[in-house]
């Protein structure tokens, strides 16, 4: 693939992929469990998050 279609599929998929676990973990912060309850959940989505920013930055933005 060029280097172009790579970067815009990366950034689409990306940006999905973090909307999608932004609106998850708030629902659950929000919702039954409670902010207290779903701290672990945002915690480890955060991790989720930055990990796949990283992998986007590697695999499509940085020059090999």
Do not use: D, Q
């Amino acid at each position: 693939m060029s280097r172009t279609v790579k970067l815009i599929g990366g950034l689409v998929g990306t940006a999905l992929f973090l909307i999608f676990i932004a609106g998850l973990s708030h629902s659950i912060s929000t919702g039954f469990a409670g902010f207290s309850g779903g701290l672990p959940f945002m915690l480890i989505a955060l991790l989720v998050c930055v990990a796949a920013v990283y992998n986007f930055w590697e695999e499509c933005v940085s020059r090999k």
